[in-house]
């Protein structure tokens, strides 16, 4: 793979929703788009797809102008964005072949798309009847029925118990590999993203606030030293004579990261003044507690 932008936005706005959006998408990755439920994501992806006009900014698919190009752009990209559309009273494998035709591709992939998303055992029955997971994977079967070089997920796995996505990630994670495909997915779900993607972008209220890989936004993870002691005043004021700078929190003096040897030094130096050190822990915060704090929330989603 060429490793080029499948997808590149600049300044991409719509009023009062998404604010100069400069995504990156490159070929082969799986981009997890992240954010809390009305950031703006479901937007972002239906400008993309020529669903919803921007107010400004420019869109580049396949380094093409979707405006000038898009019934080319949309034969090589699937989707599904919101929630999955099927006609209730037809079957799985009916609602299928209405998409095969729109598609012109080949019966053997509605056998292949049904088998991924294992649904063939229900393509006899109405889509009416099934179950809420088994409409997201219908839709996601709709998405793939072309094998397109780029796929569009908006919450995939949406009403799906946890062991349908832990199939669905695995799927999800061996479709570049396995059909050269670039996925863009997004979701309100950390520990999903977290498990399939190779690149994400955190949106937070229509704002771009992180783009990168995974290891670069862990990274930015530096971590603090948490020194408990049995006087914690008298130490506190030690080491800011040393010129250090200790937080007091949740009865632990807290300081920034620091080199090994400086820890044993401080350690030495308490002790030699008769301050008694009962723990020293480093701790990082985990990637939930960093998406917490680029969004500005301290709830959990």
Do not use: W
């Amino acid at each position: 793979m060429s490793n080029a932008a499948v997808i590149q936005t600049s300044k991409l706005t719509k009023k009062n929703r998404i604010h100069e959006l400069d995504l990156e998408v490159r070929e082969g990755e799986i981009y997890g788009f992240l954010g809390p439920n009305g950031a703006g994501k479901t937007t972002t992806l239906k400008m993309l797809l020529g669903l919803v006009k921007p107010s400004a900014g420019t869109i580049r698919i396949f380094g093409e102008n979707p405006a000038k190009h898009r019934s080319a752009i949309l034969r090589r990209t699937g989707s599904l964005i919101e929630s999955p559309s099927y006609y209730g009273h037809l079957t799985g494998l009916e609602n299928l072949r209405v998409v095969q035709r729109l598609r012109d591709v080949p019966d053997k992939n509605v056998e292949e798309a049904l088998r991924i998303v294992r649904l063939e055992k229900h393509r006899d029955k109405k889509a009416e009847a099934y179950s809420l997971g088994m409409k997201q994977r219908l839709g996601i079967a709709m998405a793939l029925l072309s094998f397109p070089k780029l796929l569009i997920l908006d919450e995939p796995t949406n009403g799906l118990d946890p062991a349908g996505m832990e199939e669905l990630r695995e799927l999800i994670r061996s479709f570049p590999e396995r059909f050269g495909m670039t996925v863009l997915l997004s979701s309100h779900l950390l520990p999903e993203i977290e498990q399939i993607a190779t690149s994400v972008g955190i949106l937070n209220e229509g704002r771009l606030v992180f783009q990168g890989s995974l290891e670069s936004l862990r990274a930015r993870n530096r971590g603090e030293l948490r020194i408990a002691t049995g006087d914690n005043a008298a130490a506190a004021e030690l080491l800011t004579t040393r010129g250090l700078r200790p937080e007091l929190r949740e009865g632990r003096l807290v300081l920034g990261p620091l080199a090994d040897r400086d820890v044993a030094e401080i350690n030495r130096l308490l002790v030699a003044r008769g301050i008694p050190v009962t723990r020293i822990e480093e701790r990082k915060k985990t990637l939930e507690e960093m998406f917490l704090e680029l969004t500005g929330r301290e709830r959990s989603l």
